[in-house]
């Protein structure tokens, strides 16, 4: 089992950055692919990000591309969102998951286990 813990979030104009980091607990961090997944209000959780065990591919959603990049270090135990650019509609309840199975997954139903989140609020 992996316990996840983001941080990093909070309140950012139009137009400016954060990252947002997930530390994951336990020796295993590396067997896990890893997705970032977010929440609006009144909207369903949907995928934002993810990275397969060692980092070496990527998915982003349409909307987030080029504009966030997705990070791990597995020395560290923990996965990155760099999000640049932010937009009034990126503001959601941000997720790591972490997947056991897949090589690397974009659908909610392929992570096994999540994260608590962090705030994303970007005032325009």
């Known amino acids: 089992q992996v316990q996840l813990v983001e941080s990093g979030g909070g309140l950012v104009q139009a137009g400016g950055s954060l990252r947002l980091s997930c530390a994951a607990s336990g020796h295993t961090f590396g067997s896990y692919a890893m997705g970032w997944f977010r929440q609006a209000p009144g909207k369903e959780r949907e995928f934002v990000a993810a990275?397969?065990?060692?980092?070496?591919?990527?998915r982003y959603a349409d909307s987030v591309k080029g504009r966030f990049t997705i990070s791990r270090d597995n020395a560290k135990n923990t996965v990155y969102l760099q999000m640049n650019s932010l937009k009034p509609e990126d503001t959601a309840v941000y997720y790591c998951?972490?997947?056991?199975?897949?090589?690397?997954?974009?659908?909610?139903?392929?992570?096994?286990?999540w994260g608590q989140g962090t705030q994303v609020t970007v005032s325009s």
């Open positions: 998951a972490a997947d056991s199975q897949s090589f690397i997954a974009t659908t909610e139903p392929s992570y096994d286990y």
């Open positions: 990275i397969s065990r060692r980092g070496g591919s990527t």
